[in-house]
């Protein structure tokens, strides 16, 4: 036991000879939790979770002998936590409407009984190892909770409980570790948050995500177990791009973490969420999804942790071997928060006063994901999804330049596009996917081998007409050539036709790679038939006012994606369209003119 030293915002120094760096402490009256990040002497540097307005020197302090832990079992899912993973519904039915400081509940419910079915391979017992299967818990309709071995736990198991129904803290078996301890097991154990899980080996990343939005898919895979991020300026669209994705994604557990955005924003990802379907299975989909609540005015020190606290529970069912996708939202206020506690330690500030550390402590969190096998020889992953915030939209401030160097896939959003009610605004010219070649194999297998080359024609496209573009507002389109005003065209078609994706159109919401992929295949037939005539003469205000153009724009909201028949019958009578067009240039040459050198040449 100990007492407050100095109190400076949200770090105080404690008379606590005892505590270690990273240890938990309680501090004051009304017990504030915090965390030790340095020792001077006698006394200890910790930082708080909780706002420290009225606490003052002379108040008792104490160490409670742990790191920053995470609870890890049944009733992670369908649930809504703080920071420090105190559930909102728990901390609301204590506290009320407004969070009141000191609230301790725990993380788990502990009077909720679970069906226990345990694995028959322990019957006889035998040696177990840290991360393997326990038994299941089915935690919720769509997902199967795997009980897992503490991770550092190994030893013969001694007993393992029958199938039955148990609380979270009722033993359930026993081990006797290699030094003669025996330890009990629980449906649930605890994991220090700063440090990750471990796993035999990693894998690398080979099928895609598939989120169901054009522009991702298509153009800018991410892998499962790959690394993206969503930079872009207020305004741009990223919390509803990273809803989307959240929503209709091919991951098996879906992590939502609300890191330092504001409260309304945050609010609105709290009453959606839990009102959305499923679209794999028609359940509720809160059914695999975690949320993580942080707000902007909630304690900055809560708002560092949160993000490994959601890491932490991602690479937790990661481990039991389900694919899982971590959306943080936003790294920029989580940088924002390291700086302002960097700030209060004294420590030399760089660039725009970020730490020195930041490039480190981004590139620490974001290797957390990945492909791995597992502890107990399951393949799992963690893919992370990080929004940044740059101000003003400046994407070589340090939060965003730090990233873009880490990860591999960089889906940039452009106010202007958003300006234009282009939406999602991911802008095709600062973007980047590392994982092409990889999703490229996977598209060949499934989807149709054409998928890179139509890919890189599309973009090829959507790059010649932005410098068109530029000549047309400098001089205006009538000095574009026939040939430059198709490309300009051909490229709004894909645009508008392809890119374009309304996230409140029940058709249009979510498109699969079959889709995806009929309509760019469709999109670039026309372009490249238009093209042809347009060489041979044809001039391309005729092409341009074709009736098929509109109605190549309304395919994507007209057929589902379960029922592309009559896309792809539509597709099919594109060459008829321009077949009419193209009988008045198809032509034999005409004969060369007496008097030219060919016609000299046809008379002799």
């Not at 790679?513 to 760019?520: D, G, N, R, W």
């Amino acid at each position: 036991m100990g007492k407050i030293l100095e109190i400076n915002g949200p770090l105080v120094r404690l008379e606590l000879p005892e505590a270690v760096i990273g240890e938990q402490v309680r501090v004051g009256a009304i017990g504030l939790i915090g965390e030790v990040i340095g020792r001077q002497g006698d006394s200890a540097l910790a930082q708080l979770y909780e706002d420290t307005g009225g606490l003052h020197p002379g108040e008792l302090a104490e160490g409670l002998g742990w790191p920053l832990s995470v609870e890890l079992g049944p009733g992670l899912l369908n649930a809504i936590f703080d920071g420090v993973q105190r559930p909102l519904d728990a901390v609301r039915d204590k506290s009320g409407d407004r969070i009141a400081r000191g609230v301790s509940v725990p993380s788990l419910p502990r009077d909720r009984r679970w069906h226990f079915v345990p694995d028959p391979r322990w019957q006889d017992g035998g040696h177990i190892a840290g991360g393997d299967v326990l038994g299941t818990v089915q935690e919720t309709a769509s997902i199967q909770h795997r009980i897992l071995t503490p991770p550092l736990a190994h030893g013969e198991l001694l007993e393992l409980a029958p199938e039955g129904d148990y609380t979270i803290e009722e033993v359930i078996g026993r081990i006797k570790l290699a030094d003669g301890r025996i330890e009990r097991l629980q449906l649930f154990h605890r994991w220090p948050v700063r440090t990750p899980r471990p796993f035999r080996k990693r894998d690398h990343a080979i099928k895609p995500l598939i989120t169901g939005q054009r522009i991702l898919d298509t153009f800018y895979p991410l892998l499962k177990g790959g690394k993206a991020a969503i930079p872009g300026p207020f305004g741009a669209g990223k919390t509803m791009l990273q809803q989307q994705v959240a929503r209709w994604c091919n991951a098996e557990i879906v992590i939502y973490v609300g890191c330092g955005e504001r409260g309304n924003e945050m609010t609105d990802v709290l009453e959606f969420m839990p009102q959305l379907k499923d679209p794999h299975t028609g359940r509720p989909l809160m059914e695999r999804t975690l949320l993580v609540a942080n707000t902007s005015n909630m304690p900055v020190v809560a708002r560092e942790a949160s993000v490994y606290v959601g890491m932490t529970m991602a690479e937790y069912f990661r481990d039991q071997g389900y694919d899982v996708v971590m959306v943080a939202d936003s790294t920029s206020r989580w940088a924002e928060a390291l700086r302002e506690v960097a700030g209060r330690l004294g420590q030399m500030p760089v660039e725009e006063g970020y730490p020195a550390y930041l490039g480190s402590r981004l590139a620490a969190f974001y290797e957390r994901a990945g492909r791995v096998e597992t502890l107990a020889g399951e393949h799992g992953s963690v893919t992370l999804i990080g929004a940044v915030s740059p101000p003003g939209g400046d994407f070589s401030e340090p939060v965003t330049s730090h990233t873009k160097e880490i990860v591999q896939t960089f889906w940039a959003l452009s106010k202007e596009l958003a300006d234009a009610r282009h939406y999602p605004s991911v802008d095709w010219l600062e973007s980047f996917s590392g994982y092409v070649p990889s999703a490229a194999r996977w598209w060949a297998e499934n989807i149709d081998p054409g998928w890179a080359a139509a890919r890189g024609e599309a973009l090829d496209l959507l790059s010649a007409s932005e410098e068109l573009q530029r000549i047309v507002n400098l001089v205006g389109v009538e000095a574009l050539s026939s040939e430059q005003r198709w490309i300009l065209e051909s490229s709004n078609l894909l645009k508008e036709g392809l890119l374009q994706q309304s996230a409140i159109d029940d058709i249009d919401s979510f498109c699969s790679p079959e889709k995806q992929f009929a309509l760019l295949a469709g999109l670039l037939e026309i372009h490249r038939r238009g093209l042809r005539l347009v060489r041979l003469g044809a001039p391309a205000r005729r092409l341009i006012q074709m009736p098929l153009l509109a109605q190549a724009r309304r395919w994507k909201s007209q057929h589902a994606s379960d029922k592309l028949e009559q896309l792809k019958e539509k597709i099919a009578r594109i060459a008829a369209e321009f077949e009419w067009i193209a009988v008045d240039y198809e032509k034999t040459p005409k004969t060369a003119p007496p008097g030219s050198a060919e016609g000299k040449g046809q008379q002799s």
